[in-house]
């Protein structure tokens, strides 16, 4: 079975600093991993996705992730934030069976 | 394209009485699945349709819950009869491979 852990609920950080949101999966197969954000009263939208190939994935508004195998982690990481980046962070994992697991989200809360 | 779309954006009801969501998912998405959000449970997959067919429906709460997708271009979820405890937001998403979400429906029951 999959799972996808990210390790904290709630990342306070200022204005400009960098950020990094963690994402730990399980998977006894192959995955496919993805970052989704939410803002308030919206659905999700997605952010950046790791199908195959380099590790590194660019996403918009300024992400990127890493995909590490040995670890199984996806991490997002941000060099520097803006107030508008306040929002929910959800990582996904998809096994090829299209059936999408999710994490319990990270509230990233960018202050001034 | 206008992306997944869901309606109504919110609903009110009283308990006891039937609610319908509606979902039109992306032209040529093979996939559609729908989820509930709450604060207590966050993200939950209730069911999938791969084809029109439901794929997976084991997230279904409970025999009050039913979708249907009659063809490649809608689908619904029904709730019947309707408690205070299913509010919450639901969202219908598709994909062929990352899946794209609508706005979702608030649910609220009175």
């Known amino acids: 079975a999959q799972s996808v852990t990210q390790l904290d609920s709630q990342v306070p950080v200022f204005e400009e600093a960098p950020v990094e949101l963690r994402c730990n999966y399980s998977?006894?197969?192959?995955?496919?991993l993805f970052w989704y954000v939410q803002y308030p009263n919206q659905g999700l939208q997605l952010l950046l996705k790791y199908l195959s190939g380099s590790t590194l994935v660019k996403g918009i508004n300024g992400f990127e992730a890493e995909f590490n195998k040995s670890q199984t982690s996806f991490h997002l990481r941000k060099p520097s934030v803006h107030i508008s980046d306040t929002a929910e962070y959800f990582c996904?994992?998809?096994?090829?069976?299209?059936?999408?697991?999710f994490g319990t989200g990270t509230r990233l809360k960018v202050l001034a | 394209d206008a992306g997944v779309i869901q309606s109504p954006r919110h609903e009110v009801t009283e308990m006891g009485q039937e609610v319908t969501l509606r979902c039109k998912p992306i032209?040529?998405?093979?996939?559609l699945f729908w989820y509930r959000q709450t604060m207590m449970r966050g993200l939950e997959l209730l069911i999938y349709f791969n084809n029109n067919v439901p794929i997976d429906d084991s997230g279904m709460p409970e025999d009050r819950f039913s979708a249907k997708m009659p063809n490649a271009s809608f689908s619904t979820l029904k709730i019947q009869p309707s408690e205070p405890r299913d509010s919450a937001v639901y969202f219908c998403?598709?994909?062929?491979?990352?899946?794209?979400f609508g706005q979702g429906t608030r649910l609220t029951v009175v």
């Open positions: 998403a598709s994909s062929r491979v990352e899946a794209f």
């Open positions: 996904a994992v998809n096994s090829g069976t299209y059936k999408y697991i």
């Open positions: 998977s006894s197969v192959s995955v496919y």
């Open positions: 032209s040529g998405h093979d996939y």
